[in-house]
């Protein structure tokens, strides 16, 4: 029997369809670059930090067999701190597996060049704990999600902490309190509060530029040496931070009238000095000094298999390692929060991720299934409010490990707010960005 050429096509046609309705569907993958320093300067902080991000995606792959049946794939790029790698980085990762999830920048100076960027590519920067301090503010800054606390609010904690210790916010009056800062974006970010600050409580603010990478800072302690102010913030990272300890100790200043920002306060930048650094004070990012069942979930899905980034054994349970998985999991309760509403077990467009991100309303019993519950507390972000909660506490260095010695703290909105809103006003006037209406 012959068999017309239109007939017959016509019946590959259905024989391949069929095949390939026999085949089992492609599984969906979500897709989250992870950018990090384990090379320059700061490569102490950055090797554990870049190590707890990427360990806590493995988790939820392991654990949970993704986020909701969506396996998550992830690639790193080494930035060495360097904006302009981190410019690359962003470039060639950005559109990968149908377009990143978001990126954790980890460099203020990154999150600067990439701000711009990301508004025009339509892609979520996720900082917690750093960038820039006034996109708190959502409705002038969309895409940027500066989450669970920002340089501002973690100045206003320490000039809180120590009015507490002199027994008021008025015996800050006439007192000397000195900045000694990383000479970056970084570095500078706080100052602005800081003024805002001295303006409000009649303290004298010092400010104590120091040059990358920060290996040389004799001149600068000199000066401290001379000027003696009554408390001392430091705003470092990396091998920054062990120099200016001990640059205090040979100077005579005591490390008890130090505070040292959340990345000047771990483990790593204090374990080879000692009993050098005993009496130094670290603020940290909501209760990331603690451990919670999430150390014992990523021993067991993840370690006990080989499968552990920290390949040296240094670094699960330290405060940078710790943070890194929080940053993780926020970016992964994100794509979780976006897919309650666009649709379970599927891919999630980038304008989703940010739907999630600016959605988010992780409660303590969230926190309990995702084993963070001593880590963190609640958070609820919304349109207008990109940083969501900003809850801190005080550590401090006893010569062989961090111990928490305060309680909560939270920022003083009367400081933190007119700045979000005046520097996030003149942002919108410099780019001529059209102001969302978050009450609408």
């Not at 600067?112 to 025009?120: P, R, S, Y």
């Not at 940027?144 to 507490?164: C, E, H, R, S």
Request: one cysteine or more; aromatic letters at 10%.
């Amino acid at each position: 029997m012959k068999v017309s050429l239109k007939r017959a096509v016509a019946m590959a046609a259905v024989a391949g369809s069929l095949a390939a309705a026999s085949l089992p569907a492609a599984a969906a993958e979500q897709f989250i670059p992870l950018l990090a320093y384990r090379t320059g300067s700061f490569a102490p902080l950055g090797i554990p930090w870049a190590d707890g991000k990427m360990d806590y995606l493995k988790l939820v792959n392991e654990r949970d067999g993704g986020i909701n049946g969506v396996k998550i794939v992830y690639e790193e790029c080494e930035t060495a701190y360097a904006t302009d790698k981190g410019v690359e980085c962003y470039e060639r990762l950005k559109a990968k597996h149908g377009g990143a999830s978001g990126f954790d920048t980890q460099s203020t100076g990154i999150t600067f060049a990439l701000t711009d960027k990301a508004i025009v590519d339509g892609i979520s920067i996720e900082t917690v704990g750093y960038g820039l301090s006034q996109s708190a503010d959502g409705s002038v800054f969309k895409w940027n999600f500066p989450l669970l606390g920002t340089y501002w609010t973690a100045a206003d904690v320490m000039i809180q902490d120590i009015a507490k210790k002199l027994g008021g916010e008025d015996k800050l009056k006439g007192k000397k309190i000195a900045l000694v800062y990383h000479d970056s974006p970084y570095g500078k970010e706080p100052i602005v509060l800081l003024q805002s600050r001295a303006k409000a409580n009649g303290f004298e603010l010092l400010l104590y530029p120091v040059t990358a990478p920060g290996v040389e800072q004799k001149s600068t302690w000199l000066q401290i040496r001379q000027s003696r102010p009554d408390f001392l913030l430091l705003w470092s990272a990396g091998i920054m931070t062990p120099t200016a300890v001990r640059e205090a100790q040979a100077v005579g200043y005591p490390r008890d009238k130090m505070y040292g920002i959340w990345w000047a306060s771990s483990e790593t930048d204090l374990n080879d000095l000692g009993q050098v650094a005993k009496g130094y004070n670290g603020i940290t990012i909501h209760n990331s000094a603690d451990h919670g069942r999430v150390h014992e979930d990523l021993k067991k899905y993840v370690y006990a298999k080989g499968q552990g980034s920290d390949t040296q054994g240094k670094y699960v349970g330290s405060i940078a390692h710790t943070r890194g998985m929080m940053i993780s999991m926020l970016q992964v309760e994100a794509i979780r929060t976006a897919q309650e509403k666009f649709g379970k077990g599927k891919h999630m467009t980038p304008e989703q991720v940010q739907w999630g991100f600016e959605n988010l309303n992780i409660t303590q019993e969230r926190l309990e299934e995702l084993g963070f519950a001593k880590l963190m507390r609640p958070v609820k972000t919304s349109c207008s409010n990109h940083m969501g909660d900003d809850w801190a506490r005080i550590i401090q260095w006893d010569g062989a490990k961090f111990n928490i010695v305060s309680d909560w703290y939270q920022s003083n909105k009367d400081f933190v707010q007119p700045l979000v809103k005046e520097l996030g006003a003149k942002y919108a006037a410099e780019k001529k960005l059209e102001v969302r209406n978050c009450a609408g």
